[in-house]
């Protein structure tokens, strides 16, 4: 259906290898949405890419208000990119507030196309400007383009007997219409999803301005010629656009079948990780129970109570979830029953920023428990990363019977990335066996089960799981005699119980990867990164090589146990960078467990690392 | 599950743990009542499991020869709930008290009820906090003078059973710790009934709250002030029955001497009543522990249980979609193919 696509063959549209734009407008404008289609537009095109939604706390904060505006940034290219671009190279402005809000992240000289129906005096008030930008000269730093987007719509749909108001809710089709001719994007990509997501007029209204938009664009002579962001030369494969939130979810539902464990999610609604909740929910058929509890308590008790039972137990949550979950977590420490806990981190403390990125809860992951209860940790890397690494803290889980946190942010849970598929037969089998024999023999001869009679190697108990005949036991959260796990208050079984957890956890250190060197192998300067901080790191090291200054780079998965070698392999360099979305919580343990002058680049903002920002470090310290 | 059950003795029940609640706790009584029933009820011990949470009563899985945990102060619900659900074909057991139920682990409770989880709930109520020596609990009398409470409490106390029923719970009885036969009638029905079934047991603690009941099933007054409710049957009570309960016009529940108002005006016991306001009304007769109170079970109905109808939810999807297949799973929102070179 893209006849009534004006041909493009007057104007030759011009390469260029990357091109950051970014979406703003008012919540109830659908900023997100249009973002999201460009995208995925993209993705089907052959772009690398990367997404940063941007939308505020509130639901539905007053129209028009600064407050009120959202955003989605993609940065679209023709190489491999990881980060979601630093400054954009195009802003499209649905409103004054919009503009307002976002016009300070415009590169200078960018293009700044805005939507001149909403630059009324009213319009101007509520985004808190005496007097219009469009007009007093503060613009002219800016390619300014001003295009009626609200009355073109409502013309374009008025024939298909759309009311005025109706139509305008599909400005925002108009504003993707027009990006899609200036990036020379495939129309038929968003057009077979509109009618596949819309119904009746609301459908016809929103075709109409998507066409009229692209249109708009292709006969006027407001943009000289279109551009072209060439397909990236991505890695011979099979590819989808994924978020780090519904690859969590894959990722889980994965784990299970490779586990052959039916999954069990209790979970409570929080934003960031709420959709982990909905996506799970829909693939019951993978033998997925997905229960809404009555808190983030129950949600990591019944987790607890499935594993018990022999299920994959989960909880998904965010920081302030995580503190309720804590005591919940550390009988599963004592328990040593296998439970996933993911911490979608978001800015703290308390309800603190909770639709804006923070890594924050590295601290409360690593002690924020009673007593001695420590737990391996993993955190994921990016949007795509999430889908292994939360495989990987299953397998850890299963194996070693402890509860894992797993660790990723608003930042990966919201972005977007394409991701190459993995072959399903390279997925490790993690699944681990239950315990159906007793395993111990009795001074009188009688064999028995003891529930903490541990595997010499990893330290791990048997699991038995009611229903099994013979292994009947009682487990709790009062200290257990080593083997038996009868209660005991002995002295000395108590601390050897507290120094078998912990040797347990150290243990896995055998179990997992050595460190590896990115970037430049002899440099003196190393940078230490962990979960979100990738894309800007990667971005950063790059730029740093061009310029002549040689970086290292570790990125770690595992922060609980940390690998092995990483003293070793820091103390090389002469500095050490930990570039964090905190005050520095790695770095201080790095500081403590190694004894290296690691120095701490923290930002908390609620915002991600730009790659300047850790250049201008690289630089500093670049001696 | 529709294998025969192996025939078991008490003893199959016991574990081998020595019991360690203080001489003359009521909780001996109840722990007796439970595994003299157990051979009884058509289930195996390994596919029996009890979860509590913390306080006197909750050291109970450890002298159950089944699978047990002994968990967080008040999360037995929601950790039970995670079992039942994920095992619909266990038989699980929770046992609870006043503090951890009503208190700490309200939430869960009255949730894992609404849900109408299939677990057969064993509230142990003796009025005080035990395990911590000696604090009111949430079902002290009002004025009730405790270590934390020395010119005494000014809570007002909840009605265990009113919360139960509040929260709509399928199954709502109470018992009491000095008669084993009414004990074993009320858990076996409370197990037999699918869904979640709610247990209060008046459980003397001897030691911090002494005859805390005493005045309501002593064994001298007991014929007075205990009415024994039947299903189907009047509600009747005292020597000779000649007591009796009458439902007002203005629908409130009242005490009456029999001859007073004839046979024909005593209300009859409805437990199976959809609506749970009978049972609520006789919930609250007694608003003191010097007046009758009502044992048996108040309400009795028919729900289906939480963990089946999630198991039947799967099924259903699973047959619409057939097995999940995680390759289609990563293909679901569109892929696209970069060719070599
Ligand atoms: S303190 Fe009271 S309830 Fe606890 S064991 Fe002793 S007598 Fe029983």
Redesign the pocket.
């Known amino acids: 259906m893209t006849d009534t696509v004006t041909q493009r063959t007057r104007r030759e549209a011009e390469t260029i290898s990357r091109v950051v734009v970014r979406f703003a407008g008012d919540s109830g404008d659908g900023m997100q949405l249009t973002g999201d289609r460009f995208t995925s537009a993209s993705a089907i095109f052959g772009n690398d890419l990367m997404t940063f939604p941007d939308y505020p706390a509130e639901i539905r904060a007053p129209a028009g208000t600064v407050n009120g505006v959202s955003s989605f940034q993609v940065h679209i290219s023709d190489h491999d990119i990881t980060t979601p671009g630093d400054a954009p190279s195009v802003l499209v402005a649905m409103n004054a507030a919009a503009l307002k809000a976002d016009l300070n992240r415009l590169e200078p000289h960018g293009l700044l196309i805005v939507n001149s129906d909403s630059f009324e005096a009213r319009d101007l008030e509520k985004a808190g400007y005496t007097s219009n930008p469009l007009e007093d000269g503060s613009l002219d730093g800016y390619r300014l383009v001003q295009i009626p987007m609200t009355s073109l719509t409502q013309g374009a749909a008025e024939p298909l007997g759309v009311k005025p108001r109706d139509a305008e809710r599909s400005k925002n089709f108009f504003a993707l219409g027009l990006i899609s001719w200036l990036y020379s994007r495939p129309t038929d990509p968003t057009l077979e999803w509109i009618d596949k997501r819309f119904k009746d007029l609301v459908k016809e209204s929103n075709r109409a301005a998507f066409l009229a938009g692209y249109n708009f664009a292709e006969t006027t002579e407001l943009f000289e010629h279109p551009y072209q962001v060439a397909p990236a030369h991505m890695p011979p494969g099979e590819y989808t656009n994924i978020s780090g939130n519904v690859a969590l979810a894959w990722g889980i539902v994965a784990a299970g079948q490779l586990a052959k464990l039916p999954v069990f999610l209790g979970s409570y609604p929080i934003t960031p990780a709420s959709d982990i909740l909905h996506e799970l929910s829909k693939h019951k058929h993978f033998g997925v129970r997905t229960l809404q509890a009555e808190d983030e308590i129950a949600a990591a008790g019944m987790a607890l109570g499935a594993a018990f039972a022999g299920h994959l137990g989960v909880t998904t949550t965010s920081g302030p979830g995580v503190a309720l979950k804590s005591e919940t977590i550390s009988l599963a420490v004592s328990l040593e029953l296998p439970l996933l806990v993911v911490d979608i981190q978001r800015g703290g403390p308390s309800t603190g920023l909770p639709t804006k990125t923070e890594a924050a809860d590295l601290n409360i992951a690593m002690f924020g428990r009673h007593g001695e209860a420590p737990l391996p940790i993993v955190a994921a890397s990016s949007p795509a990363d999430c889908f292994q690494a939360v495989i990987e803290a299953a397998r850890i889980a299963l194996k070693y019977r402890t509860p894992v946190i797993f660790l990723s942010d608003g930042y990966i849970a919201n972005g977007a990335e394409p991701w190459k598929l993995p072959d399903l037969d390279s997925l490790p089998d993690i699944s681990v066996p239950f315990q159906t024999e007793f395993n111990h023999q009795a001074a009188d001869g009688t064999m028995e089960y003891w529930p903490y009679l541990r595997d010499p190697e990893t330290l791990a108990r048997p699991w038995a799981i009611p229903g099994t005949p013979g292994l009947m036991h009682r487990i709790g959260g009062i200290e257990k005699q080593d083997g038996t796990g009868n209660i005991s208050y002995a002295p000395d079984n108590h601390e050897k119980m507290v120094h078998l957890r912990a040797d347990k956890v150290r243990a896995i250190q055998a179990d997992i990867p050595p460190v590896e060197v990115r970037g430049d192998q002899d440099a003196d300067l190393c940078i230490l990164g962990w979960g979100s901080t990738w894309a800007a790191i990667d971005a950063a090291v790059q730029q740093a090589g061009r310029e002549g200054r040689p970086v290292a780079w570790v990125h770690l998965t595992h922060l609980n146990p940390l690998p092995a070698d990483l003293g070793d392999v820091l103390r090389r360099f002469r500095t050490v960078l930990v570039p964090e979305l905190n005050m520095g919580q790695l770095c201080r343990i790095v500081r403590a467990e190694y004894l290296i002058d690691a120095v701490s680049i923290s930002k908390v903002q609620g915002l991600p690392f730009s790659a300047n920002e850790l250049l201008a470090k690289i630089r500093e310290h670049h001696s | 599950m529709n294998t025969p059950v192996a025939l078991t003795t008490k003893k199959d029940w016991m574990s081998d743990q020595e019991v360690r609640?203080?001489p003359?706790?009521?909780?001996y009584g109840i722990l007796q009542a439970v595994q003299q029933l157990m051979p009884d009820v058509g289930v195996s011990p390994e596919n029996t499991v009890f979860i509590s949470g913390i306080g006197?009563?909750s050291r109970f899985p450890y002298y159950m020869n089944t699978y047990g945990m002994h968990s967080i102060h008040g999360r037995a619900p929601a950790i039970a709930t995670g079992v039942a659900v994920a095992r619909p074909d266990l038989d699980v057991w929770v046992v609870t008290g006043d503090g951890d139920a009503l208190s700490i682990g309200g939430n869960h409770f009255i949730h894992a009820l609404r849900r109408n989880v299939n677990l057969t709930i064993l509230l142990f109520n003796?009025r005080?906090y035990?395990?911590t020596?000696g604090q009111y609990s949430p079902t002290s009398e009002a004025g009730k003078v405790t270590k934390s409470t020395p010119f005494g409490s000014l809570d007002h106390p909840f009605n265990p059973l009113s919360v139960a029923l509040g929260a709509e719970a399928s199954f709502v009885a109470r018992t009491h710790d000095l008669d084993r036969k009414h004990m074993m009638e009320i858990f076996r029905a409370a197990h037999d009934h699918r869904g979640a079934s709610f247990v209060e047991i008046y459980?003397?603690?001897?030691?911090?709250?002494d005859a805390a009941f005493e005045e309501v099933t002593g064994r001298k007054v007991r014929e007075e002030m205990m009415i024994d409710l039947k299903h189907g049957q009047p509600i009747r009570f005292g020597a000779d029955g000649h007591k009796g309960v009458v439902m007002g016009t203005d629908g409130q529940l009242r005490i009456v001497n029999v001859a007073d108002v004839g046979e024909d005006a005593i209300l009859v016991h409805d437990a199976h009543r959809e609506d749970p306001g009978l049972a609520m009304a006789l919930a609250r007769l007694s608003h003191s522990d010097h007046e009758s109170t009502p044992f048996g079970i108040f309400r009795s109905i028919e729900r289906p249980d939480y963990g089946t109808m999630v198991g039947a939810q799967l099924a259903q999807v699973f047959q619409q979609k057939g097995p999940g297949d995680l390759g289609a799973l990563l293909r679901s929102n569109g892929t696209w193919t970069v060719a070599a070179n």
């Open positions: 609640w203080c003359g706790c009521g909780d006197c009563s003796n005080i035990g395990l020596k459980q003397n603690c001897n030691v911090f709250n």
